[in-house]
């Protein structure tokens, strides 16, 4: 490339390919600057693909009195669907009342309801759950999502799986999100606009150099004006053995895993469980047939590539929602697990439930700039990075202000309520298409479907066809436009088709990646 050199330097280098930094790269590029970012595996290898996959406020961040965070991300919510309807949607919430749960001990507001209401003994009332949904209700200026609203499960349809104790919920709003997709496009989206996104380069070394960066890959090393570190559960790693800058700030890593088994109930809402011991546990609709259940909160200090989901806390999440649920789920109901490691700005909190999910963000402007950036979630991402660039712009002055909030992502042109009329008009273009299948290319690639489908008249058409409805052509769209390299990145992030494909087609498909890969001169990672 012609720039990043030691004459020519870039703007912006960014290390990591997670939510945060594909989402910085986006803002910054769209306001001027030339960027470059460097993601030492795939695209949401780690925590931005092992998320709830919810674009939500946080409902029980109030109980921490978190609420310049619940406030943002609730104003987010219909941003982000607005701008990505495609790969999310707004969900209904049921939250079953049972006067048998408690409050976590240590919340604010816990310690409150100790104090000043003991004869409680720690419970949530009802009046409380109400009194805090119509706080999450209103503190976000909610505008097209529906309120909250009582539910009588004994005659809903969203109490025919639970135990016949449960009588009352509540039923609130939130959104839905493919959060591996979200990065992906959002990286996409950075490159339209010149972005030099680069995949599988690890950054080694980075140091100042008189007014520059300067930033040592395998491939050799690049210059850059202003240095962000978002590599999110790597990010003091990056610090002490990468940047070797002298900081007092540090992570505090918490694994959290998921278990996904085959659908456990028929309708499309979601469930928000309240535990006995004051957590809370989501079990979600996904991907058509299956229920993801999660998430635990869990002090982590190992390496944060290789979290994985415990046998414990596959125990403990199947007894959580089988507090719930008529019919217990067991472990041997789940066909999948994943685990993340959130990289959680350490505040000193005394336990990893408690701890902040608020993002911070550390600017040190001694000599060029670097910015670290701690915490954050999939909800605030877009808040997260224009934050980052007002932090960077007293040393870019010609960049220009603010824009994402009402700029689609790629695919995503079209209304909120739009699908099921893009799926239709699929099928009447491409008649070959099963209503499944168009309706995952909509999921998925919105509007840009037309894109790879191309002249296609026939399912031949597309190439080999793999599996699942994932075929030759969706496989070369995805090397060619969304850096997938591995079976692994077109199963498990660009989609989530390793659910339903058996070891002889995951083959096939690594297969006719080797072959496409070759074709183009690329090898596998």
Same mark, same amino acid.
């Given at each position: 490339?012609?720039?990043?050199?030691?004459?020519?330097?870039?703007?912006?280098?960014?290390?990591?390919?997670?939510?945060?930094? $594909?989402?910085?790269?986006?803002?910054?590029?769209?306001?001027?600057?030339?960027?470059?970012?460097?993601?030492?595996?795939?695209?949401?290898?780690?925590?931005?693909?092992?998320?709830?996959?919810?674009?939500?406020?946080?409902?029980?961040?109030?109980?921490?009195?978190?609420?310049?965070?619940?406030?943002?991300?609730?104003?987010?919510?219909?941003?982000?669907? +607005?701008?990505?309807?495609?790969?999310?949607?707004?969900?209904?919430?049921?939250?079953?009342?049972?006067?048998?749960?408690?409050? /976590?001990?240590?919340?604010?507001?816990?310690?409150?309801?100790?104090?000043?209401?003991?004869?409680?003994?720690?419970?949530?009332?009802?009046?409380?759950?109400?009194?805090?949904?119509? %706080?999450?209700?209103?503190?976000?200026?909610?505008?097209?999502?529906?309120?909250?609203?009582?539910?009588?499960?004994?005659?809903?349809?969203?109490?025919?799986?639970?135990?016949?104790?449960?009588?009352?919920?509540?039923?609130?709003?939130?959104?839905?999100?493919? !959060?591996?997709?979200?990065?992906?496009?959002?990286?996409?989206?950075?490159?339209?606009?010149?972005?030099?996104?680069?995949?599988?380069?690890?950054?080694?070394?980075?140091?100042?150099?008189? !007014?520059?960066?300067?930033?040592?890959? /395998? +491939?050799?090393?690049?210059?850059?004006?202003?240095?962000?570190?978002?590599?999110? /559960?790597?990010?003091?790693?990056?610090?002490?053995?990468?940047?070797?800058?002298?900081?007092?700030?540090?992570?505090?890593?918490?694994?959290?895993?998921?278990?996904?088994?085959?659908?456990?109930?028929?309708?499309?809402?979601?469930?928000?469980?309240?535990?006995? @011991?004051?957590?809370? $546990?989501?079990?979600?609709?996904?991907?058509?047939?299956?229920?993801?259940?999660?998430?635990?909160?869990?002090?982590?200090?190992?390496?944060?590539?290789?979290?994985? $989901?415990?046998?414990?806390?596959?125990?403990?999440? $199947?007894?959580?929602?089988?507090?719930?649920?008529?019919?217990?789920?067991?472990?041997? @109901?789940?066909?999948?697990?994943?685990?993340?490691?959130?990289?959680?700005?350490?505040?000193?909190?005394?336990?990893?439930?408690?701890?902040?999910?608020?993002?911070?963000?550390?600017?040190?402007?001694?000599?060029? /700039?670097?910015?670290?950036?701690?915490?954050?979630?999939?909800?605030t991402y877009r808040r997260l990075a224009e934050a980052a660039l007002a932090k960077l712009a007293p040393f870019f002055p010609a960049a220009t202000g603010p824009w994402t909030a009402?700029?689609?992502?790629?695919?995503?042109?079209?209304?909120?309520?739009?699908?099921?009329?893009?799926?239709?008009?699929?099928?009447? @273009?491409?008649?070959?298409?099963?209503?499944?299948?168009?309706?995952? %290319?909509?999921?998925?690639?919105?509007?840009?479907?037309?894109?790879?489908?191309?002249?296609?008249?026939?399912?031949?058409?597309?190439?080999?066809?793999?599996?699942?409805?994932?075929?030759?052509?969706?496989?070369?769209?995805?090397?060619?436009?969304?850096?997938?390299?591995?079976?692994? !990145?077109? %199963?498990?992030?660009?989609?989530?088709?390793?659910?339903?494909?058996?070891?002889?087609?995951?083959?096939?498909?690594?297969?006719? %990646?080797?072959?496409?890969?070759?074709?183009?001169?690329?090898?596998?990672?």
């Open positions: 490339m012609s720039l990043a050199t030691q004459e020519n330097p870039v703007d912006l280098c960014i290390i990591g390919g997670g939510v945060n930094g $594909c989402g910085i790269a986006r803002d910054a590029a769209g306001r001027g600057l030339s960027v470059l970012l460097f993601e030492q595996a795939d695209l949401a290898q780690a925590t931005s693909s092992a998320s709830t996959k919810l674009f939500h406020g946080g409902l029980r961040y109030l109980e921490y009195l978190e609420i310049r965070l619940v406030h943002e991300a609730l104003a987010e919510r219909e941003v982000l669907l +607005a701008a990505s309807p495609h790969i999310s949607h707004p969900m209904r919430f049921v939250l079953p009342i049972d006067p048998a749960m408690r409050f /976590p001990t240590d919340t604010p507001v816990g310690r409150l309801m100790e104090l000043f209401l003991p004869w409680l003994k720690g419970k949530r009332p009802a009046a409380m759950i109400r009194a805090g949904l119509f %706080l999450y209700d209103h503190l976000g200026g909610r505008r097209t999502l529906p309120g909250t609203r009582a539910l009588d499960l004994r005659r809903d349809p969203a109490g025919a799986p639970l135990r016949p104790g449960f009588a009352k919920a509540y039923e609130y709003s939130d959104g839905w999100v493919d !959060d591996a997709r979200l990065v992906v496009l959002n990286a996409r989206d950075a490159a339209a606009r010149g972005a030099e996104i680069r995949t599988r380069s690890r950054v080694t070394e980075a140091h100042r150099e008189g !007014d520059l960066w300067r930033v040592v890959t /395998p +491939a050799g090393s690049f210059w850059a004006r202003a240095l962000v570190n978002a590599a999110g /559960p790597w990010v003091g790693e990056v610090i002490r053995d990468t940047i070797h800058v002298p900081s007092t700030e540090g992570a505090r890593l918490v694994r959290g895993s998921h278990i996904v088994t085959r659908r456990l109930f028929d309708h499309d809402r979601a469930y928000f469980f309240q535990g006995r @011991d004051g957590r809370i $546990c989501f079990a979600i609709p996904y991907e058509e047939d299956f229920t993801l259940i999660g998430t635990t909160d869990q002090d982590y200090r190992g390496a944060p590539g290789a979290a994985q $989901c415990s046998e414990d806390e596959i125990t403990y999440l $199947c007894a959580f929602v089988s507090e719930y649920f008529a019919k217990p789920v067991t472990p041997a @109901d789940v066909v999948w697990t994943y685990s993340g490691v959130r990289p959680l700005y350490d505040d000193g909190a005394s336990s990893a439930t408690a701890a902040t999910r608020d993002y911070v963000l550390r600017l040190d402007a001694e000599g060029a /700039p670097l910015l670290n950036i701690f915490g954050g979630k999939i909800t009402g700029a689609a992502l790629p695919g995503g042109d079209f209304p909120i309520d739009g699908r099921p009329a893009l799926a239709a008009d699929l099928i009447r @273009d491409y008649p070959f298409l099963s209503a499944p299948w168009a309706a995952r %290319l909509v999921r998925s690639y919105g509007t840009e479907a037309r894109v790879w489908l191309g002249d296609a008249r026939t399912a031949g058409d597309l190439g080999a066809d793999l599996g699942a409805t994932l075929t030759e052509a969706e496989l070369r769209w995805l090397v060619a436009r969304e850096w997938a390299v591995t079976a692994e !990145d077109v %199963l498990w992030r660009r989609s989530k088709l390793g659910l339903r494909l058996g070891p002889v087609q995951v083959q096939a498909v690594a297969g006719m %990646l080797a072959q496409i890969l070759a074709e183009a001169g690329m090898t596998e990672a």
